[in-house]
């Protein structure tokens, strides 16, 4: 099966206004962006806290494009019918929040929703070698996760390996953190197709005046598609 393999900007609400997220979600998608990306955290296993299923079902009533929810918790397993309800295209799990990430990428794909598998900075690319047939979507972080703003972490060796690993299945590499005109090339030289990006698309916007974004997302995508492949 063919997937499209072009950039894809996924702005992370997590930069957004946390009081207006709907005419926020609105914004970005009105100025280019072609997933939205929803980072749920538990403050266990990361240091911070962000929303859960409701607030989720909420945002999916303002997303037109792809809904992509990155979970930071653990475990994963008892909410992922939850967010399932919630309305999450895509539903990605980290294969450091449990011992059974196989059994939990079978899980969501079986509650109806594409399944993705993330990867902490200290992770190895191997640690998912066995998954691909499991998995929609490969999430390489490029900080550790748990809050926005941070400082990208060279991972192009290891997206390197991925877009080797892959090969013809139909899986998308999302980069997640510390994504910026800067870093771009260099994710999507490596292989990645999806380019998570919060501070770097929110900056110097907001609903009221949101061109900055837009402006913001097509630096990223001309950045990142200015390389020779
Ligand atoms: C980090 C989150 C990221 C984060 C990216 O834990 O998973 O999605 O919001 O933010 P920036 O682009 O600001 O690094
Ligand atoms: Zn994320």
């Known amino acids: 099966m063919e997937i499209d393999r072009r950039i894809k900007i996924a702005p992370s609400i997590l930069s957004?206004?946390?009081?207006?997220?709907?005419?926020?979600?609105?914004?970005?998608?009105?100025?280019?962006a072609?997933?939205?990306?929803?980072?749920?955290?538990?403050?266990?296993?990361?240091?911070?806290?962000?929303?859960?299923?409701?607030?989720?079902?909420?945002?999916?009533r303002h997303?037109?494009?792809?809904?992509?929810?990155?979970?930071?918790?653990?475990?994963?397993?008892?909410?992922?019918?939850?967010?399932?309800?919630?309305?999450?295209?895509?539903?990605?799990?980290?294969?450091e929040a449990g011992p059974h990430i196989h059994r939990t990428l079978q899980a969501i794909r079986g509650a109806g929703m594409k399944a993705g598998?993330?990867?902490?900075?200290?992770?190895?690319?191997?640690?998912?070698?066995?998954?691909l047939d499991l998995a929609d979507l490969v999430c390489v972080m490029t900080v550790n996760p748990g809050f926005g703003g941070q400082s990208f972490i060279?991972?192009?060796?290891?997206i390197r390996a991925l877009r080797a690993m892959i090969g013809d299945r139909p899986i998308h590499i999302e980069i997640d953190g510390g994504v910026t005109p800067q870093t771009a090339p260099l994710v999507a030289r490596a292989g990645a197709d999806v380019l998570v990006a919060g501070s770097a698309v929110f900056k110097g916007g907001?609903?009221?005046?949101?061109?900055?974004?837009?402006?913001?997302?097509?630096?990223?995508?001309?950045?990142?598609?200015?390389?020779?492949v």
């Open 117 to 131: 598998v993330a990867l902490n900075p200290g992770t190895p690319a191997e640690a998912v070698a066995h998954l």
């Open 206 to 228: 907001s609903v009221e005046n949101p061109a900055p974004y837009g402006m913001n997302i097509h630096a990223i995508r001309v950045a990142a598609e200015s390389i020779e």
């Open 63 to 95: 997303v037109k494009t792809v809904m992509d929810v990155h979970l930071m918790i653990a475990p994963v397993d008892p909410y992922i019918d939850a967010y399932a309800q919630a309305g999450a295209d895509i539903l990605t799990a980290h294969v």
């Open 34 to 60: 072609d997933w939205v990306h929803v980072d749920v955290m538990d403050g266990h296993f990361v240091p911070n806290l962000t929303f859960g299923p409701p607030a989720v079902a909420a945002f999916r």
């Open 16 to 32: 957004a206004d946390f009081a207006d997220f709907g005419r926020e979600i609105q914004a970005i998608e009105a100025q280019g």
């Open 154 to 158: 060279d991972m192009t060796d290891k």
